[in-house]
C-alpha cells in the first residue's frame, strides 16, 4: 500500500482509454468513463491488495464501459467512422495514414459487431489480455466455453476481413 | 477452412500461450505434418496482430492531466479517510471485479484446471463440467428439441457424429447442445430434460481412454452412466436416479437401433 496511487495506475491510463474507446465509441464518453473509473479505483484503493493492478483496473473501466453503453446507447447503430478514433490510433502507426485508417475502422466495427459474448471474450483477451482462467472467471463460465468462444470470435472476424483460409 | 476440426482450440491454446508442455509438444508436433492447421494458426497469429494494433490506443493528452487533478482533488478531500476494517470495501469491489455469483466463480476456478492438468478423474471432470452447464447460463449453444437442428449444427465443429434423438415420447425430451472440453478434447454434449431436472450427454470417440464396457458410478451427488454405441463413448451425467439414467441409455439404444 506504499506505492502511490498514480504511480501503479497512471501507466495504465493508455489500456483504459483504449478499452472504454473500443466499448464505448465515442470520446467524450471515454474520457468520462476512463475519469469515473479512476476515482472509483481510487476510492477502492484499499481493496487492492497489490494483484495484478492492470486487470484491477481495466475491470473497473470495462464495467463502467458497458454500463455506459447499455443506458446511453440503447438500440443506436453503429456511427459512421469516427475521425478523432482514427486519428487516436494513427498515432501509433506509418505515414499510409488513409490505408491504415480505414483498416483500423474496419477492425474495430467488425469486434463491435460481434454478437455479445464473443465480443466480450475477444476483448478480455486481447485488450486486458486476461488469461482463459481468468476470462472464465470474468465471464462465469467454464473455460472450454471461453475457448470456444474466443475461437468463433476469431473466425468471425476473419471472414469478415476476408482473410479465409 | 481445413484445419483438423479437432485440433482448432489447441491452436488458439497454443496462440495464447494456454497449453501446457505436454499439450504444446504435441500441438506443434501436429502442425510439422499438417499444413492446414500450420496456415490457420498463422492466419490466427496476423489476425490478432491486426486486432492489437486497431484496439490499442494512446490516451489524449488532455485526459491524463484532467484525471491527475480529479486524483488530486479527490485525495484533498479524502485528507486521511479512516481506514475502516477491510470488510464493506471488499464488497463494494466486488461486483465489479468478478460479474457473476461467487458459486460461479469458484465453479469456473475448479474447471480451469483442466486445462493444465489433463490427467483429472474423468468421471470428476464430467460431474465438474455438468455442474458448470447448470450455473454458467451456458447449457446449451444450440438450444432446441429439434434434432434437425441440432445435428447439422454439431456438423461443423466435431470430427465425429454424435447420436441426436429427441426422447420427449420416452420422458426425455432434448433441449439442446453444446461443445464442451473433455480429456483435452472437444467433446458434443447433447441435453436432455428428465422432469425437473437436466441431463447432461457426454459423447466423443471411444479411444485408447475408454474404460471399456458399461459402468455407472456416484459422485458428489450425482449419478454418471457410460456405455459405448458403435465406436463412441458416451456418458450421461445427472442429479436424477441412476435407473432413471438406465432409461435413457435404453431409450437411445432403441432410438439409434431403429
Keep these: 500500500m506504499g506505492q502511490h496511487f498514480e504511480d501503479i495506475f497512471l501507466p495504465l491510463l493508455d489500456a483504459a482509454y483504449s478499452l472504454a474507446r473500443l466499448i464505448a465509441r465515442d470520446a467524450a464518453a471515454a474520457d468520462d468513463i476512463v475519469q469515473e473509473s479512476y476515482l472509483r479505483a481510487f476510492r477502492s484503493f484499499d481493496s487492492y491488495r497489490g494483484g495484478d493492478a492492470r486487470s484491477w483496473l481495466l475491470a473497473i473501466v470495462r464495467n463502467c464501459s458497458y454500463d455506459w453503453s447499455k443506458s446511453r446507447r440503447r438500440g443506436a447503430e453503429d456511427p459512421q467512422a469516427d475521425p478523432e478514433e482514427l486519428a487516436d490510433a494513427g498515432q501509433h502507426g506509418p505515414e499510409d495514414s488513409a490505408v491504415r485508417s480505414s483498416e483500423i475502422e474496419q477492425v474495430r466495427r467488425l469486434i463491435r459487431r460481434l454478437p455479445e459474448p464473443f465480443q466480450q471474450t475477444l476483448i478480455l483477451r486481447e485488450l486486458e489480455e486476461l488469461s482463459y482462467r481468468e476470462i472464465a472467471q470474468v465471464m462465469g463460465a467454464p473455460v472450454g466455453t471461453v475457448m470456444s ?17 | 477452412m481445413s484445419a483438423c476440426a479437432d485440433k482448432v482450440l489447441l491452436l488458439h491454446g497454443l496462440l495464447d500461450g494456454e497449453l501446457d508442455a505436454a499439450h504444446s509438444l504435441a500441438c506443434e508436433a501436429h502442425l510439422r505434418e499438417c499444413a492446414e492447421c500450420a496456415s490457420e494458426l498463422e492466419r490466427m497469429r496476423t489476425l490478432r496482430e491486426r486486432v492489437r494494433s486497431a484496439t490499442r490506443l494512446q490516451a489524449p493528452e488532455h485526459l491524463r492531466r484532467r484525471i491527475t487533478t480529479a486524483l488530486s482533488e479527490a485525495r484533498s478531500k479524502s485528507e486521511a479517510p479512516p481506514r475502516k476494517a477491510g470488510r ?38 464430467l460431474v465438474a463440467s455438468h455442474v458448470r452447464s447448470l450455473l454458467a447460463t451456458h447449457l446449451t449453444d444450440v ?108 431409450a437411445l439404444e432403441s432410438g439409434a437401433g431403429g
Excluded at chain 2, 464493506?88 to 474447471?111: D, H, K, Q, T, Y
Design chain 1, 149 to 165: 468462444r474466443l475461437a468463433r470470435a476469431r473466425q468471425m472476424l476473419a471472414e469478415g476481413l476476408g482473410v479465409v483460409q
Design chain 2, 143 to 250: 438450444a432446441t428439441s429439434d434434432r434437425h437442428v441440432v445435428k447439422p449444427w454439431f456438423a461443423g465443429k466435431l470430427d465425429f457424429s454424435p447420436p441426436v434423438i429427441d426422447l420427449a415420447e420416452q420422458g426425455f425430451p432434448l433441449r439442446g447442445g453444446r461443445l464442451d472440453y473433455v480429456r483435452g478434447r472437444v467433446v458434443a454434449a447433447l441435453i436432455y430434460r428428465h422432469h425437473q431436472h437436466t441431463i447432461n450427454l457426454f459423447v466423443w470417440p471411444a479411444g485408447a481412454d475408454d474404460t471399456g464396457g458399461t459402468g455407472a458410478a456416484h459422485r458428489d451427488g450425482y449419478n454418471l452412466l457410460h456405455w459405448r454405441q458403435g465406436s463412441l463413448q458416451l456418458w450421461a451425467v445427472s442429479d436424477v436416479e441412476a435407473g432413471e439414467l438406465q432409461q435413457l441409455r435404453a
Design chain 2, 88 to 125: 464493506e470495501r471488499i464488497w463494494r469491489f466486488a461486483p465489479w471485479a468478478f460479474g457473476g455469483s461467487m458459486a460461479a466463480v469458484a465453479a469456473a476456478f475448479a474447471f480451469a484446471l483442466l486445462v493444465r492438468l489433463p490427467e483429472r478423474n474423468l468421471a470428476g471432470e
